[in-house]
Structure formats: structure tokens, C-alpha cells
């Protein structure tokens, strides 16, 4: 797990951008489907699926995702949360897929500091300690769901987090 986390974290000195498509570093940004990819295929886990929602497939095939549906970052749904998850959303952009799974992350679990929750990826635009960031970074993680439909407007939902196979067994 150390080594994983710790080969996530590298790639935040590289100041590599968000690029849609990208799953190597060399080509100076990654997506977030990508960056996952990238990180367990360099950490010997080589059947993982390319995007994101494949991500989610392999994870709830193998039994090891935890569906959240509170909005509460207190919320019992993420009892089994560990450094190491991956992190799914949907509706980050706009695409026909199913399952509609459009954004992944890993976790990295609470800061010493803050004991806020954090998480690591590449994003077009999420936040970390109140500052936007693009591409590949450390990001706040909140536990955030829409509260009401928005008709028209893409709502960012997070759907839950698993562990991946053969990490910890």
C-alpha cells in the first residue's frame, strides 16, 4: 500500500496537466482514469480496466465496492474507507456509458494537520486546502451529493469507493 500511495504521490512533483485521453506521463498529463491505470499497472496490477467506469465494473465484480448514499462525511457508509480505495462519481461530465461512472480517484485518507479527508488524481478542476487545481494532484475529498436536481446542469455525485483486489487480502 506504501508503495502505491507513494508512486500516486510522484507524479504530483511532475506538474503534469489534466489530458483527456492520456494514461502516460510522458505525454504531460494524464485523465483520471488514466493516472489510476497508470499507478497499479506501475504497481504490478495489470488487469485494470483504462477508464474509469471499467474501474467500477472490475471493482464491483471482484465484491469489493461500498456503495455511499449519504452526503455526510460522517456517515457510517465510510467506515471501511482506507488510504488506497479507489473513489467513483458520476455525472463530471457529459458521455453515454454504462455504468454512467465519469471520474475516478485514489484515497490517500485524513491529513496529520487537518484530519481532513484527501485524495489523489488528476482533475480539471477540484480544490485543495480552499485553492483550485488542475491536473495531477492532492484534492480535498468530500462526501458531496446533490441535494435537489438541477435540470440541465451537470451534478457531480460521488457513488462510492472500493478496494482494490489483491491490495489487502
Given at each position: 500500500m506504501q508503495k502505491l500511495l507513494g508512486s500516486a504521490l510522484e507524479l504530483t512533483t511532475r506538474n503534469l496537466d489534466y489530458k483527456y485521453g492520456s494514461a502516460d506521463p510522458a505525454n504531460g498529463g494524464m485523465d483520471c482514469s488514466g493516472f489510476v491505470y497508470y499507478v497499479l499497472n506501475q504497481n504490478g496490477m495489470t488487469d485494470v480496466p483504462r477508464d474509469s467506469s471499467g474501474q467500477y465494473v472490475w471493482l464491483r465484480h471482484a465484491g469489493r465496492f461500498e456503495p455511499v448514499l449519504s452526503r455526510k462525511d460522517d456517515?457510517?457508509?465510510?467506515?471501511?474507507?482506507?488510504?488506497?480505495?479507489?473513489?467513483?462519481?458520476?455525472?463530471?461530465?457529459?458521455?453515454?456509458?454504462?455504468?454512467?461512472?465519469?471520474?475516478?480517484?485514489?484515497?490517500?485518507?485524513?491529513?496529520?494537520?487537518?484530519?481532513?479527508?484527501?485524495?489523489?488524481?488528476?482533475?480539471?478542476?477540484?480544490?485543495?486546502?480552499?485553492?483550485?487545481?488542475?491536473?495531477?494532484?492532492?484534492?480535498?475529498?468530500?462526501?458531496?451529493?446533490?441535494?435537489?436536481?438541477?435540470?440541465?446542469?451537470?451534478?457531480?455525485?460521488?457513488?462510492?469507493?472500493?478496494h482494490i483486489p489483491g491490495l489487502r487480502e
Open positions: 456517515s457510517f457508509e465510510l467506515d471501511n474507507l482506507q488510504p488506497g480505495d479507489l473513489l467513483f462519481w458520476t455525472g463530471t461530465y457529459a458521455i453515454e456509458r454504462d455504468p454512467p461512472i465519469t471520474h475516478a480517484m485514489i484515497y490517500l485518507g485524513r491529513e496529520k494537520k487537518t484530519g481532513k479527508r484527501v485524495m489523489v488524481g488528476s482533475s480539471d478542476g477540484r480544490v485543495y486546502q480552499g485553492e483550485s487545481r488542475n491536473g495531477v494532484s492532492v484534492f480535498d475529498f468530500k462526501n458531496q451529493r446533490p441535494s435537489k436536481p438541477d435540470n440541465g446542469k451537470l451534478q457531480p455525485t460521488f457513488i462510492g469507493y472500493g
